[in-house]
Structure formats: C-alpha cells, structure tokens
C-alpha cells in the first residue's frame, strides 16, 4: 500500500501496529546462511540448553530483519530511511514466538543539510506474543516537504 505523507503531515505520538509473524526454525537456518551467523547460540541446540534461556534464541540481526519487514506493508514514495539509533535486544526471540511491530511517531524537526526534507523519528517496538519488548530502536527518516 502506498500512501503519500509529507514531514507535515505526521503527526507526534500517532502509532501504528504490524501484523504478527511465527518465528520458525527455517528462519533460523536461512538467517545463517544468509549472515554467516552460525553461532552455536542460535543452532546448537545441546549448547543453548547449558545457557541462561534454556534454549535457542534469534539472531538479534534476523528479529531486526523481520521487525522492520512486518511495518513494510505502508510505504511512503516521499520518505527514505536515514538510519536507525539506540538498538537495543532487551529480551530474546525464540521458535515460536510470534512477534510484530509498534511504531510511534516520536519527533519531528527539520533536516539541517536540506531545506526540501525533515526528519521524522519513530520509536519501533518489536513486541513477542506476551506483550514483551524483544527489540526497540529509533528509525530516523528524511520526509519531503510540501512544495510552497
């Protein structure tokens, strides 16, 4: 869905939420190979038992992957992502965790380097089936503004 929004038109402390996605082991198996990440926290499961969650937990690298994927169902043609600060993995993803995303419109200010653009931050959430923070970063986005 693509739906048109200028810096001007955000507005502060609006939210939106994604739909869920089931985390699997096939998800587990393909981040790996895509990453090269093949710590034995994430595939060994005789090794993530002897550690403090008992079991497998996500790449942090594939719950940012698909948290960011799940808020991709809106897309804007007039902004483009700047970057992400303050990443943080405050509680672990495992199989079957079923996660999705809360994003919150949290500042607005202009761009310095570009009269034509602003800066729109969300704070993004990543939220597992329990209500549980597994992921929060800031996603800064550089927006158009309105002609005139």
Same mark, same amino acid.
């Given at each position: 869905?693509? =739906?048109?929004?200028? &810096?001007? !038109?955000?507005?502060?402390?609006?939210?939106? /939420?994604? %739909?869920?996605?089931? *985390?699997?082991?096939?998800?587990?198996?393909?981040?790996?190979?895509?990453?090269?990440?093949?710590?034995?926290? %994430? $595939? !060994? @499961?005789?090794?993530?038992?002897?550690?403090?969650? #008992? =079991? +497998? *937990? @996500?790449? #942090?690298?594939?719950?940012?992957?698909?948290?960011?994927?799940?808020?991709?169902?809106?897309?804007?043609?007039?902004?483009?992502?700047?970057?992400?600060? +303050?990443?943080? &993995?405050?509680?672990?993803?495992?199989?079957?965790?079923?996660?999705?995303?809360?994003?919150?419109?949290?500042?607005?200010?202009?761009?310095?380097?570009?009269?034509?653009?602003?800066?729109?931050?969300?704070?993004?959430?990543?939220?597992? =089936?329990?209500? /549980?923070?597994? $992921? @929060?970063?800031? %996603?800064? $986005?550089?927006? =158009?503004?309105?002609?005139?």
């Amino acid at each position: 869905m693509n =739906q048109t929004i200028y &810096f001007e !038109d955000y507005e502060l402390n609006s939210v939106r /939420e994604t %739909h869920g996605r089931t *985390i699997t082991e096939a998800d587990f198996v393909i981040h790996a190979g895509h990453s090269g990440d093949f710590f034995p926290h %994430h $595939l !060994d @499961a005789e090794f993530a038992r002897s550690t403090p969650f #008992g =079991q +497998r *937990i @996500a790449h #942090g690298t594939m719950t940012f992957t698909i948290g960011i994927g799940l808020t991709a169902g809106a897309i804007n043609p007039v902004a483009f992502t700047y970057g992400y600060d +303050r990443l943080r &993995f405050p509680k672990p993803v495992f199989i079957g965790d079923t996660i999705h995303t809360r994003i919150t419109i949290s500042n607005k200010e202009p761009d310095p380097k570009r009269a034509n653009m602003g800066r729109v931050t969300e704070k993004v959430e990543v939220l597992n =089936q329990k209500g /549980e923070c597994v $992921l @929060a970063c800031d %996603h800064v $986005l550089l927006v =158009q503004r309105r002609a005139g």
